[in-house]
């Protein structure tokens, strides 16, 4: 039967607290729009108003566009086989903001977008 010594223990990291004069985190901003040239004009507008505060910004990382399909009848009762179909699709970027301070915030969200364009924001 072998002996087998102890590990020895290891230290454990200690935490790094943010100071008063430091960002949040993250912020993260996923912008939706049915058009893609709003998004993007929409866009381009966070990123210049998050560049005036000399923020580090990463994107915008276009995501998947989800297309919505809706088949129906052309006919109220008879011709059943005529059927048009319509779709919709939503076009999604993100933007991730790193240490975002609280000016870069409010002036996010005194920022004045186009209708049709929705914005969620997320601290991380």
Same mark, same amino acid.
């Given at each position: $039967?072998?002996?087998?010594?102890?590990?020895?223990?290891?230290?454990?990291?200690?935490?790094?607290?943010?100071?008063?004069?430091?960002?949040? @985190?993250?912020?993260?901003?996923? *912008?939706?729009?049915?058009?893609?040239k709003?998004?993007?004009?929409?866009?381009?507008? /966070? $990123?210049? !108003?998050?560049?005036?505060?000399?923020?580090?910004i990463? @994107?915008?990382?276009?995501?998947?566009?989800?297309?919505?399909?809706?088949?129906?009848?052309?006919?109220?009762? /008879?011709?059943?086989? #005529?059927?048009?179909?319509?779709?919709?699709? *939503?076009?999604?970027? +993100? /933007?991730?903001i *790193?240490?975002? !301070?609280?000016? /870069?915030?409010? #002036? +996010?969200?005194?920022?004045? +977008?186009p209708?049709?364009?929705?914005?969620?924001?997320? $601290?991380?």
């Amino acid at each position: $039967m072998a002996l087998t010594t102890p590990k020895p223990k290891v230290a454990k990291k200690a935490k790094v607290v943010k100071e008063a004069g430091e960002g949040m @985190g993250k912020l993260r901003l996923r *912008v939706q729009a049915y058009e893609h040239k709003i998004l993007d004009a929409s866009v381009k507008q /966070i $990123m210049d !108003t998050a560049m005036r505060f000399d923020a580090k910004i990463e @994107g915008p990382v276009p995501l998947p566009t989800t297309i919505k399909k809706y088949t129906v009848n052309r006919s109220s009762f /008879i011709f059943k086989n #005529a059927r048009e179909q319509f779709e919709m699709r *939503v076009h999604k970027r +993100l /933007i991730d903001i *790193v240490n975002p !301070t609280a000016k /870069i915030v409010e #002036a +996010l969200t005194n920022l004045s +977008l186009p209708s049709g364009v929705s914005i969620d924001v997320k $601290m991380m």
